[in-house]
């Protein structure tokens, strides 16, 4: 049964990640937990999907590739705004956590994530005052990689223009981006 001809009471969900593998894993995952899955891997497809069908649920990969994630977030809120919206990603920084929530996404989690995880996080309306400090301040790679995390983001994801910013060559910053991403 596709999407469109679900039970109207499955809970729709977009799925936005360019990994085809990763999405089809999760997709069919969510799919057997209730939900009716819409997926795609940008961000073009994302909006005619939600402007066609608009989900209460949205799981959005941070890096599409050459798309920027958090851009779909204020799109989906003005779709509905009681749509939950998790953000997640391979590439993350607190620089991009705190805007993906200033953006009005319901939670951030790093890959990998479980399904329970993401679906926890669907249902969190509350921060968590008990979360612990990390044992020791940030490494110095760690700190580069949040500077270059928020330079990204000032340049809404566009890697020419951090570059510049940095006063970096682009293929400088995209070969700093890599050996880093696990920051």
């Known amino acids: 049964m596709s999407c469109a001809d679900s039970p109207a009471e499955k809970p729709r969900l977009l799925l936005v990640d360019d990994n085809d593998t990763f999405r089809r894993t999760l997709a069919n995952a969510l799919a057997r937990r209730g939900f009716c899955v819409d997926q795609t891997a940008g961000v073009a497809g994302a909006l005619t999907l939600a402007r066609r069908h608009p989900p209460r649920y949205a799981i959005v990969d ?6 920027f994630g958090l851009t779909l977030i204020p799109p989906l809120r003005r ?7 998790v953000v997640l990603t391979g590439y993350a920084s607190i620089a991009t956590a705190v805007e993906s929530i200033r953006l009005g996404a319901t939670h951030y989690l790093a890959k990998p994530a479980e399904v329970e995880e993401i679906l926890a996080a669907f249902e969190r ?6 979360t612990p400090l990390p044992p020791s301040p940030m490494s110095l790679a760690q700190l ?8 990204l983001l000032d340049h809404e994801g566009n890697i020419s223009a951090a570059a510049r910013a940095l006063g970096l060559h682009r293929r400088s910053l995209q070969r700093k981006l890599r050996k880093h991403a696990r920051w």
């Open 62 to 67: 941070l890096n599409l590739g050459a798309d």
């Open 79 to 85: 779709l509905a705004q009681d749509m939950r919206i």
């Open 125 to 130: 309306t509350d921060g968590d005052s008990e």
């Open 144 to 151: 580069e990689w949040e500077h270059l995390q928020r330079t």
